[in-house]
Structures are given as C-alpha cells and as structure tokens.
C-alpha cells in the first residue's frame, strides 16, 4: 500500500512536469493520466485502463502511462498484454526501472522465468532495499525449483518488511513442499496475524490442520474462506476433503465437484474424488480418478500410495506395485510403507 501510493506521488509529478513543458496534446495527457490514477486506486480498472488509452493517444512516448496501463492489466489477470505494454514502457524509457520489476512480475505469471530473472537483475543494485523485488525474486525462484534460494530471497523481503504478508504465505507454501510442516505453520499464522482474512493463508493453514486431522479446526479455516467468497475453488476441494473423512461423504463429493468445475486442472480434486469412490468400494472409478490426478503431473500428497491400494483392491497387483514404486521416488509416504508391505 505504501509503495504504491509513493509511485502515485512520483508519477503525479512526472505528469505536472509534462503539463508545464508541452503543448495542449501533452497537458491533455497529463490530465487523463491523474484520472486514470484515480481509477486505478479506486480499483476502477475498466475505466483505468480508457483513460490510459487516452493519455497515450495524446502523447505515444508517455513511458508513465504504458506502465500504470501495465500495472492496471497485471491486475486484472492480463499478464500476456502486461508483458508487451511494460515492454514498450521500457523501451521509451529505459530508466523507468520499475517496468522492469513489475514486467517480472508478468514473466512469472507467463511462465517466462528467465525473462523474469532478467528483468530483475538489470535492476537489483537500485532495489536493495525493495521488499517487493525479493518477493518476487523468490516466486520465480521457488517457481524454477531453486527451494533454498528461494527462501533466502522471501527472509530478505521480510526482514525489510514484517508486515509482507504474501512473503509469509509464499514461503510458508515452499516450506509446505518441503515437509517442513512446522515452519510452514508459523509462516501461515504470521501471516493470518497481519491479515485475519487472507484466503491463501487461510486456506493453506486447514490443509496442515487437515494432516495433523485437527478436522473441526481445518474446517473452520475453509469455512471461513466460503464465508466470504463461496466459490473458492480450492476451499471447496480442501472442505470436501475433510468432509470424506468426517461421515459427510456425500457432501464433500459435491463440493469436490463443484470444485472441480471452477478448476478443471486439480490433481488434489480428482486424488479426493478417488477417495470417495474407494470409500465405496468402487475401486475402478477410483482408479480413474487417481489416474486423473497423476496425468496433470502436479505434486499431489499421497496419490501414489492411494493408486496402488486401488489397484491392489481391483485385483491388479503387478499394477499397484509398480505405482507405489514410483511413488517411492517421488517420496510419497503412502507408497513407501504399502510397497515395503506387500511387493518384493
């Protein structure tokens, strides 16, 4: 919130400076750029967006505004428009370093990690003290696999800012596929400490208390996430999940796949559909479903374990031996105590 209200500030003066130094074209720019702000901090993106047209119309070399269009874009999950806009912000003016941060940000959300780490160190000497340059730093990293150097980047953000609430939930999140379960924990209660509300933390925090089978407080968790917004696709799953193991099978089947309907893609939806159907004897419909979940190829806790006891209830034994045994490389907990129980 203070970064950006300080970048207005900037950009206000930038603006002024143009009103001062131009013809009518230039002053009418710098007028439908201050309204454009205003927009912007309104959370008014539509009409953000029209007047940043606007401003760029009047002035085609008006490297402040491609960059709060970027910004406005980024915002509202337009990465790929971001990506080009910040990029013609740029080449205007190549001292315009925050494009270079905020067009990270875009690369990251595109899957450009390369780009994005590029960006980032063209101007990491100017951003030594930016909590968001780590933040960021440290989602690609994590992104690309580099765990520990991820890490290091989210201590750095917090360190210069200990109300960075997304740090605390990112990291948290790393820990989480790191099995440091504790450390995950207190990363999500600091973080629910800052933001009571915050649904990532939130909803992240009742899947620790759902392994630790703290049901009721797991529930209260999602249920919290519903509360506000009834359509939250991962709350819906996590509920459904807990729901199988609490005797309300049938609810948290529809929650599943109510789920499943916002987020087609959800490994963890198809393992917990799995589970109901195993719940029911219906071992082929089970394997579907795990089979489902390991064909998006996302980590996913305990599928491998869960394929290969659905095999083994299907009569197939070769079948679930040779799952729990690619289980066991994937350090699925599950799959390395069936497969020690009951393959050679």
Same mark, same amino acid.
């Given at each position: 919130?203070?970064?950006?209200?300080?970048?207005?500030?900037?950009?206000?003066?930038?603006?002024?400076?143009?009103a001062?130094?131009?013809?009518?074209?230039?002053?009418?720019?710098?007028?439908?750029?201050?309204?454009?702000?205003?927009?912007?901090?309104q959370?008014?993106?539509?009409? *953000?967006?029209r007047?940043?047209?606007?401003?760029?119309?009047?002035n085609?070399?008006?490297?402040?505004?491609y960059?709060?269009?970027?910004?406005?874009?980024?915002?509202?999950?337009?990465?790929?428009?971001?990506?080009?806009?910040?990029?013609?912000?740029?080449r205007?003016?190549?001292?315009?370093?925050?494009?270079?941060?905020?067009?990270s940000?875009?690369?990251?959300?595109?899957g450009?990690?390369?780009?994005?780490?590029?960006?980032?160190s063209?101007?990491?000497?100017? /951003?030594?003290?930016?909590?968001r340059?780590?933040?960021?730093k440290?989602?690609?990293?994590?992104?690309?696999?580099?765990?520990?150097?991820?890490?290091a980047? %989210?201590?750095?953000?917090?360190s210069?800012n200990?109300?960075?609430?997304?740090? /605390?939930?990112?990291?948290?999140?790393? %820990?989480?596929?790191?099995?440091?379960?504790?450390?995950?924990?207190?990363?999500?209660?600091?973080?629910?400490?800052?933001?009571?509300?915050?649904?990532?933390?939130?909803?992240?925090?009742?899947?620790?208390?759902?392994?630790?089978?703290?049901?009721? *407080?797991?529930?209260?968790?999602?249920?919290?996430?519903?509360?506000?917004?009834?359509?939250?696709?991962?709350?819906?799953?996590?509920?459904? %999940?807990?729901l199988?193991?609490?005797?309300?099978?049938?609810?948290?089947?529809?929650?599943?796949?109510?789920?499943?309907?916002?987020?087609?893609?959800?490994?963890?939806?198809?393992?917990n559909?799995?589970?109901?159907?195993?719940?029911?004897?219906?071992?082929?419909?089970?394997?579907?479903?795990?089979?489902?979940?390991?064909e998006?190829?996302?980590?996913?806790?305990?599928?491998?374990?869960?394929t290969?006891?659905?095999?083994?209830?299907?009569?197939?034994?070769?079948?679930?031996?040779?799952?729990?045994?690619?289980?066991?490389?994937?350090?699925?907990?599950?799959?390395?105590?069936?497969?020690?129980?009951?393959?050679?």
């Amino acid at each position: 919130m203070i970064a950006t209200n300080k970048n207005l500030l900037v950009l206000l003066f930038l603006a002024l400076i143009l009103a001062g130094c131009g013809g009518q074209d230039k002053k009418d720019a710098a007028d439908f750029f201050l309204k454009a702000n205003k927009a912007l901090t309104q959370n008014n993106y539509a009409e *953000a967006l029209r007047l940043y047209d606007e401003a760029i119309a009047k002035n085609a070399d008006f490297s402040d505004a491609y960059l709060n269009k970027g910004i406005t874009l980024l915002k509202t999950g337009k990465a790929d428009d971001a990506f080009e806009i910040l990029t013609e912000a740029i080449r205007i003016d190549p001292s315009l370093l925050q494009a270079n941060l905020v067009r990270s940000e875009a690369g990251f959300e595109l899957g450009r990690f390369t780009e994005s780490l590029a960006d980032l160190s063209a101007i990491e000497k100017e /951003y030594k003290d930016s909590t968001r340059f780590f933040l960021v730093k440290g989602n690609v990293l994590g992104a690309l696999g580099n765990d520990q150097s991820a890490i290091a980047q %989210y201590d750095r953000a917090i360190s210069l800012n200990k109300a960075n609430v997304e740090a /605390y939930v990112n990291r948290g999140a790393l %820990y989480y596929r790191m099995r440091a379960y504790p450390a995950a924990k207190l990363d999500f209660q600091s973080a629910l400490t800052l933001e009571p509300s915050h649904p990532q933390a939130l909803n992240n925090l009742g899947l620790l208390l759902s392994r630790e089978k703290d049901w009721k *407080a797991a529930l209260a968790c999602f249920d919290q996430v519903l509360n506000r917004t009834p359509d939250d696709a991962y709350s819906l799953n996590n509920k459904g %999940y807990v729901l199988l193991n609490t005797g309300s099978a049938e609810e948290g089947k529809k929650l599943i796949e109510k789920s499943l309907e916002k987020i087609p893609e959800n490994g963890y939806a198809y393992r917990n559909l799995g589970i109901y159907y195993f719940q029911k004897h219906k071992y082929a419909e089970a394997l579907e479903n795990y089979l489902k979940a390991i064909e998006i190829a996302e980590p996913v806790e305990m599928l491998y374990g869960l394929t290969g006891q659905a095999y083994l209830q299907n009569q197939q034994p070769v079948e679930a031996c040779n799952i729990w045994k690619q289980g066991i490389i994937l350090k699925d907990s599950l799959a390395i105590v069936a497969a020690k129980s009951n393959c050679r």
